[in-house]
């Protein structure tokens, strides 16, 4: 792959922003200073390239940790509302970022993004069972070991429609966590309603194997680590990729 090309596609800038920095001699490979945006690169893990001087890791795809804060929607564009592209550095949106799934514009929380198509396909599709917990907070009556089984053996909701089994967990102070591998328009909410109860805040922290990072701020996001990102993929039995998030 040409250089400019997997520079720009690890999310390090646009095409020609890399292209300028290459021609100012600001990128090297393997220790020598590359001056053709065309340069040849044998892999992603192939060989060291830094641009001015730091290190940079190229990647076959981009996934990206998101902590999602409240009042912007789960899209990359929107004429009206704020999205959660808008959080996310122009770079790493130009690679073809697209949210795995959706959080409501009043949900907060682990958001992912990825420009890898199967990946997103299979973390979204409840035939690979990837488990998501929410903890919400809830108006109305404390939980009963009957509604816990009733979670359990998956609920009709009043449309008709039936739920996979979910198991959901009282806490103490109207607080409880939600684990499921469906994803459906409103689901956790939709699920409390119909055990007569209301959620009032809603907060995504565990997608399968990962957990939110505590150090990021609402609206913040980070690249997953190459840990992470074969965590992932093993969840949905997808081979380790080439290299990089």
């Known amino acids: 792959m040409r250089l400019d090309r997997a520079l720009a596609n690890s999310g390090y800038g646009s095409r020609s922003e890399i292209r300028k920095l290459i021609r100012l001699g600001q990128v090297t490979v393997a220790g020598e200073v590359i001056r053709d945006p065309a340069f040849p690169l044998g892999g992603p893990a192939a060989e060291t390239v830094r641009i001015s001087g730091q290190e ?30 808008d959080l996310l550095p122009p770079a790493w949106v130009r690679t073809g970022l697209v949210p795995v799934g959706r959080l409501d514009r009043d949900t907060t929380g682990l958001l992912l993004l990825t420009n890898d198509g199967t990946l997103n396909h299979r973390l979204a599709s409840p035939r690979w069972g990837v488990w998501k917990i929410y903890r919400f907070r809830y108006d109305g009556p404390e939980w009963t070991p009957g509604d816990v089984a009733a979670f359990a053996a998956g609920l009709t909701l009043p449309d008709g429609r039936r739920l996979k089994p979910a198991r959901l967990v009282p806490r103490s102070g109207g607080v409880a966590d939600l684990m499921l591998h469906e994803g459906k ?30 150090n990021l701020a609402a609206g913040a996001s980070r690249l997953l680590t190459a840990d992470e990102t074969k965590a992932l993929r093993a969840a ?5 990729p080439a290299g990089g998030s």
């Open 56 to 85: 940079r890791l190229l990647h076959d795809h981009l996934t990206v940790m998101l902590n999602k804060p409240a009042g912007c929607v789960t899209a990359m564009e929107d004429s009206r509302l704020p999205t959660v592209a």
């Open 185 to 214: 328009f409103h689901q956790v909410k939709r699920m409390v309603r119909t055990c007569g109860r209301e959620v009032t805040r809603l907060h995504r922290h565990t997608f399968g194997p990962l957990t939110l990072d505590e």
């Open 236 to 240: 949905v039995q997808m081979d380790e």
